[in-house]
C-alpha cells in the first residue's frame, strides 16, 4: 500500500446476516473504492459486544461477514480485511480519545437513546461511547473517507470532532473524517413494511437479507404495503409506496421503472404485479450472492488466512498512528 492514496476506512458489526441496506449502504461504496483509494474495511466485533454480550455465535458470525463482504466483491488482496479486536493499538486511542468525549455530548446520540429503548436491561457505558470506539477505528487509520449509510451521519460529525479536538490540543495528527458514498447522497434503504429502514435487528420479515432463499425473497416483497393505488394522475406518492419505486430502483431496469411510474402517473399501477416484478429481479440480484457467500463459508482455513493477513496490514497502519500520537501527547518518555 503506497502513503499517496486517500485513506478510507469502514466497519460492519457480525451481529447478524448482511442486508439490502448493508449492501447498498455500505458494501457497494468498498467495492468501487479498492481500486482507487488504500482502505480498511473492519468487522467490528468488539461494537458488537455493546448490545450482544453472548459471544457463542461471535465466531460463526465473523467468519459470515468477511465471506459476505468478498462474495460482494471486496479484494483481500486490494484492502486490508480484518477484524476489529485483532488491531489492539485501538483500544489504547479509544482511552486517549474517551479523555476528550464528553458525557452531555454522548448521552445526546440518537443511537444511543435508540440503544437505550431497546435495551434498558442492558444499558452499559461501551453503548454510551461507541461514537468513541468508531472514532478510534477510523483515525487510528488516519482516514479520510468512511463508506456509510446515512444512519451513520451524526456519528461522523462526532469523529469530527473528536479528532478535531486532539488535533487541537496535541497538534495535527489526524484528518478529520467524512462520510462518503459516489452518489453525493448518502442511501437508506427503506423496509418493507413501510416504516424506518432495513436493520438487522428490527422486523426481520421486512427486510431482505444476502442469505434469504428465492421463496422467502417472494414472500417478503409480496407483503410490502401498498394500497388501492392513486385516483389523481401525477399525484405524490404515499411513503409506503416511494419505498417500493425505491426499491425497484435499486435492482431493476430502467424500463421496468418507467413502466411503472408512467403506470402509477396514469393511475392504473396494480401493485400485485409490481410486487411480482420487484420480487423476481430481488431474487437474480440476491440469489447468485447467497451461493457465493456458501461456497467462500466452507473454507475457513482462507478465511482465516484472509483475517490474518487483513489484521497484519491494518496493525502496520495503526502502530504508525500510534507512535504519532504517543509523541504528539508528550506520553514518550
Ligand atoms: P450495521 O449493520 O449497523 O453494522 O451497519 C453497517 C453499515 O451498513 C453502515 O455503514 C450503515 O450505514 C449501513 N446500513 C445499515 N442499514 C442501512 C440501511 N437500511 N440503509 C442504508 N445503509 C445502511
Same mark, same amino acid.
Not at 5 to 25: A, C, D, E, Q, W
Not at 127 to 154: C, F, M, N, W
Not at 157 to 177: K, S, V
Given at each position: 500500500?503506497?502513503?499517496?492514496?486517500?485513506?478510507?476506512?469502514?466497519?460492519?458489526?457480525?451481529?447478524? &446476516?448482511?442486508?439490502?441496506?448493508?449492501?447498498?449502504?455500505?458494501?457497494?461504496?468498498?467495492?468501487?473504492?479498492?481500486?482507487? &483509494?488504500?482502505?480498511?474495511?473492519?468487522?467490528?466485533?468488539?461494537?458488537?459486544?455493546?448490545?450482544?454480550?453472548?459471544?457463542?455465535?461471535?465466531?460463526?458470525?465473523?467468519?459470515?461477514?468477511?465471506?459476505?463482504?468478498?462474495?460482494?466483491?471486496?479484494?483481500?488482496?486490494?484492502?486490508?480485511?480484518?477484524?476489529?479486536?485483532?488491531?489492539?493499538?485501538?483500544?489504547?486511542?479509544?482511552?486517549?480519545?474517551?479523555?476528550?468525549?464528553?458525557?452531555?455530548?454522548?448521552?445526546?446520540?440518537?443511537?444511543?437513546?435508540?440503544?437505550?429503548?431497546?435495551?434498558?436491561?442492558?444499558?452499559?457505558?461501551?453503548?454510551?461511547?461507541?461514537?468513541?470506539?468508531?472514532?478510534?477505528?477510523?483515525?487510528?487509520?488516519?482516514?479520510?473517507?468512511?463508506?456509510?449509510?446515512?444512519?451513520?451521519?451524526?456519528?461522523?460529525?462526532?469523529?469530527?470532532? &473528536?479528532?478535531?479536538?486532539?488535533?487541537?490540543?496535541?497538534?495535527?495528527?489526524?484528518?478529520?473524517?467524512?462520510?462518503?458514498?459516489?452518489?453525493?447522497?448518502?442511501?437508506?434503504?427503506? %423496509?418493507?413494511?413501510?416504516?424506518?429502514?432495513?436493520?438487522?435487528?428490527?422486523?426481520?420479515?421486512?427486510?431482505?437479507?444476502?442469505?434469504?432463499?428465492?421463496?422467502?425473497?417472494?414472500?417478503?416483497?409480496?407483503?410490502?404495503?401498498?394500497?388501492?393505488?392513486?385516483?389523481?394522475?401525477?399525484?405524490?406518492?404515499?411513503?409506503?409506496?416511494?419505498?417500493?419505486?425505491?426499491?425497484?430502483?435499486?435492482?431493476?431496469?430502467?424500463?421496468?421503472?418507467?413502466?411503472?411510474?408512467?403506470?402509477?402517473?396514469?393511475?392504473?399501477?396494480?401493485?400485485?404485479?409490481?410486487?411480482?416484478?420487484?420480487?423476481?429481479?430481488?431474487?437474480?440480484?440476491?440469489?447468485?450472492?447467497?451461493?457465493?457467500?456458501?461456497?467462500?463459508?466452507?473454507?475457513?482455513?482462507?478465511?482465516?488466512?484472509?483475517?490474518?493477513?487483513?489484521?497484519?496490514?491494518?496493525?502496520? %497502519?495503526?502502530?504508525?498512528?500510534?507512535?504519532?500520537?504517543?509523541?504528539?501527547?508528550?506520553?514518550?518518555?
Amino acid at each position: 500500500m503506497t502513503g499517496k492514496k486517500k485513506i478510507v476506512m469502514s466497519g460492519i458489526r457480525p451481529t447478524g &446476516f448482511l442486508h439490502l441496506g448493508n449492501y447498498f449502504g455500505a458494501i457497494q461504496n468498498y467495492v468501487k473504492m479498492q481500486d482507487e &483509494f488504500e482502505c480498511y474495511f473492519m468487522v467490528a466485533d468488539l461494537h458488537s459486544l455493546t448490545t450482544h454480550p453472548d459471544t457463542s455465535e461471535l465466531k460463526n458470525n465473523v467468519y459470515r461477514v468477511l465471506a459476505e463482504n468478498i462474495a460482494c466483491g471486496l479484494d483481500p488482496e486490494k484492502v486490508a480485511l480484518y477484524c476489529q479486536s485483532h488491531v489492539y493499538e485501538t483500544a489504547e486511542l479509544y482511552l486517549y480519545l474517551n479523555m476528550l468525549a464528553y458525557i452531555g455530548e454522548l448521552e445526546k446520540t440518537v443511537t444511543f437513546k435508540d440503544k437505550v429503548r431497546q435495551h434498558p436491561e442492558n444499558i452499559n457505558a461501551g453503548l454510551l461511547t461507541y461514537p468513541v470506539l468508531q472514532t478510534a477505528d477510523i483515525i487510528l487509520h488516519r482516514a479520510s473517507y468512511v463508506p456509510v449509510g446515512k444512519d451513520q451521519e451524526q456519528h461522523l460529525e462526532m469523529a469530527r470532532n &473528536f479528532a478535531h479536538r486532539f488535533n487541537f490540543r496535541y497538534g495535527e495528527i489526524f484528518p478529520e473524517p467524512q462520510a462518503f458514498n459516489y452518489n453525493q447522497v448518502l442511501v437508506k434503504v427503506p %423496509s418493507l413494511d413501510g416504516t424506518g429502514k432495513m436493520s438487522k435487528s428490527e422486523n426481520q420479515l421486512a427486510t431482505l437479507f444476502l442469505a434469504d432463499e428465492d421463496d422467502l425473497i417472494r414472500k417478503k416483497v409480496m407483503k410490502a404495503k401498498t394500497d388501492s393505488g392513486p385516483t389523481e394522475n401525477n399525484s405524490v406518492k404515499p411513503d409506503y409506496i416511494e419505498n417500493i419505486f425505491g426499491l425497484m430502483r435499486l435492482v431493476s431496469s430502467e424500463e421496468v421503472i418507467t413502466k411503472f411510474e408512467h403506470d402509477y402517473n396514469h393511475c392504473n399501477i396494480r401493485y400485485g404485479d409490481m410486487k411480482k416484478q420487484l420480487a423476481e429481479d430481488m431474487v437474480s440480484f440476491i440469489s447468485p450472492k447467497r451461493n457465493k457467500v456458501n461456497h467462500i463459508l466452507s473454507d475457513e482455513a482462507y478465511l482465516k488466512e484472509v483475517m490474518q493477513k487483513g489484521a497484519e496490514k491494518a496493525r502496520k %497502519s495503526a502502530q504508525a498512528t500510534m507512535q504519532l500520537v504517543r509523541e504528539a501527547m508528550g506520553l514518550n518518555y
